[in-house]
């Protein structure tokens, strides 16, 4: 179950960034024939950001500890003290990001209001952007599981 459990949080995250990048695509082509698409593709990243929260949260509270302690008496102990407890705070911004996403796209038709657009896609990218770089991070901390246990 642990192991099931430590895969969720990165392929939530990841479906997440394959739908915001959708997002992105259907903005740029917004018009009166996507708009059903568009909430779609708005409210999934939140969804699926927040399925990504409580499955990592409730792995981290339950399982890190162990971890942790391995990788911060491995060779690579910044995979804690930098990359950890940078994508621990860094995700709630991602998090936030991405419920903001299907706020706009309710409160605004984006395929006639430019600026609102603009917003979107803005938001979307960073939400792209920043989940790369959490991943990254992930798998950072995973090497320095690894380099923990070989000793």
Known sequence: MK???LMLHP????LAILVV???FVEALNAN???RWRLEWAAYLPALLMVLTWVASGYWYVTYY???KAIILAGA????HTFFMESKEHAFFITLI???LLPV???AENIAVNRRARALALWIAALIAVSAFAIEGAGAIISMGLRMGLSG
């Open 21 to 23: 990048l959708w997002f």
């Open 76 to 79: 690579w102990p910044f995979a």
């Open 3 to 5: 192991e099931f459990l």
């Open 65 to 67: 500890a162990a971890d």
């Open 11 to 14: 392929a939530f995250g990841s």
């Open 97 to 99: 990001l991405s419920l």
């Open 104 to 106: 706009i796209v309710s």
């Open 32 to 34: 009166g024939t996507n």
